[in-house]
């Protein structure tokens, strides 16, 4: 089984990719693949620029990473309680050439920040909007206090009862 990963952001010191890997490695018999939203770096996009250039090929190649994908991780870093403009860009690049940019893969959504609140706000957006664009949300999860709740040597979640709580999530669903 495919699993394909990311974080919703362009840090190369990514908290959200972080727990997307962590997250998809605890989904049994799965390969992992995690993406980079810097491989997939794409103008500002714009009407005017998609007729100058047509649809970008990094766009494409995005899509095909998801569809051969069984299954998405995705953790979205919050911005100004919103989507990364990272993750955005790539996303109304990939909308304009389907409307099904999720292509209808179950899919885990989960958000972090150093915050208490752990991208509550994002992931409500991403919640309600995701679906319309493919997206077959499967379960969902908040780590809160991410420098708190998180051992970044060990790749884990330190916080006993939430690490608890994402590995039920991924059991019921996956």
């Excluded at 919703?8 to 890997?21: M, P, V, Y």
Aim: with cysteine; glycine share 6%.
């Amino acid at each position: 089984m495919k699993i394909i990963a990311f974080g919703g952001s362009n840090s190369q010191h990514s908290i959200n990719k972080r727990l997307a890997t962590y997250a998809a490695g605890l989904i049994e018999n799965g390969e992992v693949e995690v993406l980079d939203l810097n491989d997939y770096e794409m103008p500002l996009f714009s009407v005017d620029r998609e007729k100058e250039i047509g649809q970008h090929e990094l766009a494409k190649a995005f899509l095909a990473k998801l569809a051969s994908a069984d299954i998405l991780v995705v953790s979205l870093a919050e911005n100004n309680n919103n989507y990364s403009t990272a993750f955005k860009n790539i996303f109304d690049w990939c909308s304009r050439i389907t409307k099904e940019v999720f292509q209808q893969k179950p899919m885990l959504l989960m958000a972090t920040s150093p915050g208490t609140r752990g991208g509550a706000s994002v992931l409500e957006i991403a919640r309600n909007a995701l679906p319309r664009y493919g997206a077959e949300i499967k379960g969902t999860f908040s780590l809160p206090a991410f420098n708190a709740n998180f051992d970044l040597d060990k790749n884990q979640i330190s916080n006993a009862e939430l690490d608890k709580e994402l590995k039920d999530i991924i059991k019921d669903c996956f």
